[in-house]
Structures are given as structure tokens and as C-alpha cells.
């Protein structure tokens, strides 16, 4: 008899963002005339930079060609793609990565939610709440957790980030194998700090656990104290990875494309305490389960990190972190607190209230669609998530219309 893996039953019923869409299609329903502005899902509404559009065409021309056509490429990417990565992202910051440590991938999400098939079942995974959940689901998926109870998975190691510790989280008391850090993060718009961030280095090096740093809104970084890479902390390569993406940077979203870097020094352990590569366990991973990118794909990836493609994807993410400004400003005129908006472009808004509740409000009162903070964990209970990836007049009249604290 085939049988299911058991642990997808413990998985809470309705993903956030297919509650949200139920929700607001009942609205629309219910009030076809009403004009609905969506600042809740974290997707780009810019099209893709032109250098990658003709990057994109030129490829695709090679493939109607037998002598430029491509096939299977290499599991960890092509060379020119992971050259240009290096130079652009690393070098340029004085940061010493080799083009065989980046792994290019069709997604932060695919590399974030596979990368805990590396270890061993029985390990103590710590997590960020509010979190980006698909940290969490792949381990319930994997069977590292027991059941969810009063809003959380038995077994998970939850790492609070409230108004409290101002949104970074502090060292916790049982030590974790495995800790997910998001910063900029998704979804309460928190930069990290290298001081903050050598702190969690330092704890993993004395532990032997390992970070797996998502920077998936690392072009959004501004301040120029706020470290781009996880590599800029000391230490950092024996027990750090770090994912990027192409999504948010360059509006990749619908395009795919995305990168993992794997240190040739970061291991984890076998039960002697023996070190193996994970650069190696990974490679030996993608090339079993993945193949690669498609060919135009990488070169319209490999557009971005030219000098004009590097312009222009800076006009995309200062686009985006004006209309974050403009949300900011507005919501404090209104009376709200709010953290992010900075470096980031989520905004994390005290809402006062239940924050469906509150979703419910905005949508009814407003016509406007948050993500509700709850959805992010319980320590997202009592906020909502508004991103900045809209069109300025959308976001304009969205603020136009805003209820006002308190509700
Ligand atoms: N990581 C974080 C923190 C995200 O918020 C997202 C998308 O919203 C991703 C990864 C997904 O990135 P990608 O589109 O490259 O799969």
C-alpha cells in the first residue's frame, strides 16, 4: 500500500497567501465596482531591466541555431553567469568568494526550503518569528518537528523578533544545529548590523551549528554600516551560506533565477565529529535533483551584473524604496508605528489589533490588501506587512485612503 509522508498533516491547512486571496475574492465578489490596491504579496510590478531583455533575446536566437544552440548546461551554472556573480556581488566588496563556491539556481525559495536535506533528521532547527515560512515548512515536511500547538511547531526552536530586541533576535538558550537568519528581513523589514550579525557567527563557531542567511533583499541596503553579505562577518565562511536572488533585485520573479554560495571551508559533522563539505554534499544534491537554469535565463542573469545592468537595477530598487519612504511617512502621520521601510521594502506596522482583524478593515474600509503579520508567526500577532512593490501612483492613493491609528 502506498502510503503519504504523515508529517505533511501537520502542516497548518491554508497557506497565508491562499487565505488572503480567498479573502479578497469574496470582497471583490461581494463589490465588483470597488477598486482594490494590493500591497500584500511581495511581488515586483516593475518589467525587467533592458540590458536583460536583450541579453534574453540574443540567447534565445542562439537556440534557433544548431551550431549556438544549448543543451543541458552545468548543475551549478555556467561559468560566465558565475564569473560575473563573483566579480559584481563579492570582489567589489573586497570579499573573497571563488566562482566554484556559487551555486546559480532557479530560486531562493527552491535553495532555502531543499538545503535542510543535507542534515541529519534529529537536529535542533532555529527559526525567526515572524519568519518567512518556508524555513519552517520544509522541516515539518521533513519530520524535524512534532505538531503545531498554540501557534507554533512542537520541537522548533522559535527566536522571537519583537519590539522588545527591536526585531533581532537574541542568542537562544538551547543551542540550535541549524539557524535560518532573513536580513534585510521578510517580513518586518529589520537590516542587521555587523556587530548584530558577528554575535550569531560567533555562536555558531562555538557551536558547531551552521546559519543559513537568506539575502534575498540585499539590493535594498542603503546605510552603508549595514553589511551586504554575511561574508563581510569574521568567521562567517566555516559556518555560513548565504542564498541570493535575482527576484526582488531585478524583477526575476516570473523569470527565475537566484544564486547559493557554499564556502570550501563551511562543513557540518558526522556522528564522530569528522567535518564533511557541504559544497560538495550539495553539488552531489543538485546534480542529482536539479538541472540547472535555463540557458537565456542566464545570460539575461548575467546582464545584471554588467555596468549598465547594475544601473538600471538600482533604478528598480530605488523605484521601490521611494514608494517604501512614501508609505512610512504616511503611516506615521497617521498615527502608526512601524519598523523597516529602510534597506527593505516591507514596512511592519503595529496594528492594534487582531491582525486579520485589521486585514479585514483595511480591505472593507480602505480597499486595500496587507498581509496580516499573524500569518508570519505568533510574534507577528498584532501587525501587518505592507510592501512597497507597487506602482508610485498606486501607492500614493493607497495612502490617500489608509485608516488612521488607532482603528
Ligand atoms: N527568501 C525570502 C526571504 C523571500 O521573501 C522570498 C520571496 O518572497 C524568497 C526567498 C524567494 O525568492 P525566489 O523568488 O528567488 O525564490
Redesign the pocket.
Known amino acids: 500500500m502506498i502510503r503519504v509522508n504523515e508529517n505533511y498533516k501537520k502542516l497548518k491547512a491554508s497557506y497565508l497567501f491562499a487565505e488572503i486571496s480567498n479573502r479578497v475574492s469574496e470582497f471583490q465578489q461581494n463589490n465588483p465596482d470597488k477598486e482594490l490596491i494590493k500591497l500584500g504579496i ?1 511581488d515586483v510590478t516593475k518589467a525587467l531591466p533592458d540590458s536583460c531583455i536583450k541579453a534574453f533575446h540574443k540567447a534565445v536566437d542562439e537556440m534557433a541555431a544548431d551550431s549556438s544552440f544549448m543543451g543541458y548546461g552545468p548543475y551549478e551554472g555556467y561559468g560566465f553567469l558565475r564569473e560575473a556573480i563573483v566579480r559584481t556581488d563579492f570582489e567589489s566588496r573586497g570579499l573573497e568568494i571563488s566562482e566554484n563556491e556559487i551555486f546559480v539556481s ?5 535553495d ?1 526550503g531543499n538545503i535542510q536535506e543535507l542534515f541529519s533528521n534529529d537536529i535542533e532547527v532555529a527559526v525567526q518569528d515572524p519568519v ?1 515560512p ?1 524555513y519552517v515548512d520544509t522541516n515539518v515536511m521533513a519530520g524535524r518537528t512534532g505538531r503545531w500547538e498554540n501557534g507554533r511547531y512542537e520541537g522548533l526552536i522559535y527566536l522571537d523578533s519583537t519590539e522588545k530586541n527591536n526585531f533581532f533576535p537574541e542568542l537562544p538558550d538551547k543551542k540550535p544545529d541549524l539557524i535560518y537568519l ?1 536580513f534585510p528581513n ?1 517580513p518586518t523589514g529589520t537590516a542587521a548590523t555587523k556587530e548584530q550579525l558577528q554575535k550569531w557567527i560567533d555562536y555558531a563557531r562555538e557551536n558547531r551549528s551552521l546559519i543559513i542567511y ?1 539575502a ?2 540585499e539590493s535594498f541596503i542603503r546605510d552603508r554600516e549595514i553589511p551586504h553579505s554575511i561574508f563581510e562577518i569574521e568567521g562567517a565562511k566555516e559556518v555560513a551560506i548565504e ?1 541570493r ?4 533585485t531585478a524583477g ?2 516570473g523569470t ?1 533565477c ?1 544564486y547559493t554560495v557554499i564556502p570550501d571551508e563551511c562543513t557540518a559533522y558526522n556522528p564522530d565529529g569528522t567535518p564533511v563539505s557541504l559544497k560538495k554534499m550539495w553539488l552531489r544534491r543538485q546534480s542529482t535533483k536539479f538541472n540547472g537554469v535555463s540557458y537565456p535565463v542566464q545570460r539575461a542573469a548575467e546582464a545584471v551584473y554588467s555596468p549598465q545592468g547594475q544601473k538600471e537595477i538600482r533604478i528598480l530598487s530605488d523605484y521601490y524604496l521611494k514608494n517604501a519612504g512614501i508609505i512610512l511617512t504616511g503611516l506615521k502621520k497617521l498615527g502608526y508605528t512601524c519598523t523597516g521601510g529602510k534597506n527593505s521594502p516591507y514596512i511592519w506596522v503595529k496594528a492594534g489589533i487582531d491582525s486579520w482583524d485589521f486585514f479585514d478593515r483595511l480591505l472593507t474600509e480602505s480597499g486595500i490588501v496587507c498581509t496580516p503579520g499573524s500569518g508570519f508567526g505568533k510574534c507577528g500577532a498584532g501587525y501587518i506587512r505592507i510592501s512597497a512593490f507597487n506602482s508610485r501612483e498606486n501607492v500614493i492613493r493607497a495612502m490617500d485612503r489608509f485608516i488612521s491609528y488607532p482603528v
Open positions: 511581495g532557479d530560486g531562493a525559495k527552491c532555502s518567512y518556508v532573513c521578510n537568506d534575498a533583499y542564498m536572488s535575482l527576484s526582488k526575476f520573479t527565475r537566484a
